[in-house]
């Protein structure tokens, strides 16, 4: 027999969890959530998870702020341990875009968000470890850190089944099942689920689910990359996080006195991938570069212990920025997907936005009109004054 719910939600990564958690505060019914795997077992599980304000746009900044402040007090608000380290982020551009970087933090400024260019000097109080070259210039944004990003998703789920919600754990949405225009539930791997409301929070498969009815969403599943460096002992401070667009890497101290590196460059979209097969290694070569660049700003780190590293997987759409809407032409039916190497963050304000969207009609905390799935096809994309790519 067909199982029924009142809310259903497609994926338990960080954006599925999240919303998990503010539906069922809502009231709203009976919500269930469908994961295929085991939690974070997509984009969110492997996440860097930097918390950083840093955007070139208004929303996805003040997207980025509130996210913040959810994440400072997690085990007040949501619950579980604390899962939010405090190390500031410097932000490295080269001297020729000292303007557009200007423009940006007076825009940030004005948000109330703490950050401020630095001379060499200053950086160097900050992290001794650093070096800036003569042509180079950085920003810090002191409020900036990272998350324990399996703990935020086991939290969320856990607070929303604490207020009530039902998580399933090896149930694969298969197709989505209509009733003329409106959504009437999904076919799974165990059988039917019947529901007048559905959200797809599916991450890098979002595009394969709405192919079943014929709606052709532009999220691509790509193949990212992350390095894994551990520190010498003499390296002293653990630092901050980094996102050091002259050499196209961030970095962020992570578990067991290692630091995490990836790409910032945009060059995942030259790797689509299944994201079901893809990689889950790094790349022998791609090592080799990274330790170069991250030695270039950390010297201490050509004397890193390599540990290898692993691919992963992004969700990205034409413009680097989610898609938060109704989807065109079946009545209850919602996503959250696309968050393009940069999601993380934004899970708390996101899990609230929809919330108030699928309940309410309209999200109110903030205006995500620019999210909306048209823009791809108005050619009104989101656009950010330099070519920071997964930075936004
Ligand atoms: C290496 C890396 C570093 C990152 N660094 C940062 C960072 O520093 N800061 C930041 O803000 N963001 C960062 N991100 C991005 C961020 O992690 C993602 O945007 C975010 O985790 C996306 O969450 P999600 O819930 O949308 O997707 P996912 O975590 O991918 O979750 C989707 C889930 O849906 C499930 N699913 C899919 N299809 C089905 C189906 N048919 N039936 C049932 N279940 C299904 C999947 O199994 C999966 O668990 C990074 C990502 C990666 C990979």
Redesign the pocket.
């Known amino acids: 027999m067909a199982v029924s719910c009142d809310v259903l939600i497609?994926?338990?990564?960080?954006?599925?969890?999240?919303l998990a958690f503010f539906l069922a505060q809502r009231r709203v019914g009976r919500v269930m959530l469908?994961?295929?795997?085991?939690?974070?077992?997509?984009?969110?599980?492997?996440?860097?998870?930097?918390?950083?304000q840093h955007y070139s746009n208004r929303l996805t900044a003040a997207m980025?702020q509130k996210?913040l402040r959810v994440f400072e007090h997690f085990d007040e608000i949501v619950g579980g341990p604390p899962v939010f380290t405090r190390c500031g982020l410097v932000l490295i551009v080269n001297d020729r875009h000292r303007a557009a970087l200007e423009a940006n933090i007076a825009m940030q400024r004005e948000l109330g968000i703490d950050v401020r260019l630095v001379s060499a000097q200053v950086l160097a109080d900050i992290d001794p470890n650093a070096r800036l070259a003569e042509d180079e210039i950085a920003a810090f944004e002191a409020e900036a850190g990272?998350?324990e990003?399996v703990q935020a998703?086991a939290s969320f789920a856990e607070a929303a089944r604490r207020e009530g919600a039902d998580l399933r754990l090896g149930?694969?949405?298969?197709s989505l099942v209509l009733e003329g225009q409106r959504i009437a539930g999904?076919e799974?791997n165990e059988g039917r689920y019947e529901t007048r409301t559905l959200v797809?929070?599916?991450?890098?498969?979002?595009a394969?689910?709405t192919r079943t009815v014929r709606l052709s969403l532009p999220v691509e599943a790509c193949r990212?990359?992350?390095a894994l460096f551990r520190r010498p002992p003499d390296f002293g401070r653990r630092g901050a996080?980094y996102a050091d667009f002259v050499q196209g890497i961030?970095f962020?101290p992570t578990h067991g006195e290692m630091i995490?590196a990836?790409s910032i460059a945009g060059e995942e979209t030259k790797a689509p991938v299944d994201?079901d097969h893809y990689n889950e290694a790094a790349d022998g070569d791609w090592l080799v570069t990274m330790r170069q660049r991250l030695g270039r700003r950390y010297p201490a780190m050509y004397r890193g212990y390599g540990r290898g590293g692993?691919g992963?997987?992004?969700?990205i759409t034409p413009d680097w920025h989610?898609i938060l809407d109704r989807l065109p032409g079946i009545e209850g039916a919602f996503c959250?997907?696309?968050?393009?190497?940069?999601?993380?963050?934004?899970?708390p304000v996101v899990g609230q936005l929809m919330t108030e969207l699928i309940v309410d009609g309209q999200a109110t905390t903030l205006d995500i009109g620019p999210l909306r799935l048209a823009r791809f096809e108005e050619r009104d994309l989101i656009q950010t004054p330099y070519s920071y790519g997964?930075m936004g």
């Open positions: 497609v994926g338990g990564g960080v954006i599925g969890t999240s469908l994961e295929k795997s085991y939690l974070g077992a997509g984009a969110s599980g492997k996440s860097g998870a930097i918390i950083r980025a996210g990272y998350v990003a998703v149930v694969e949405v298969k999904v799974t797809l929070a599916t991450g890098p498969w979002a394969q689910l990212t990359q992350v996080v961030y962020k995490h990836g994201p692993f992963a997987l992004y969700a989610p959250a997907v696309g968050f393009s190497g940069h999601g993380f963050k934004m899970a997964v």
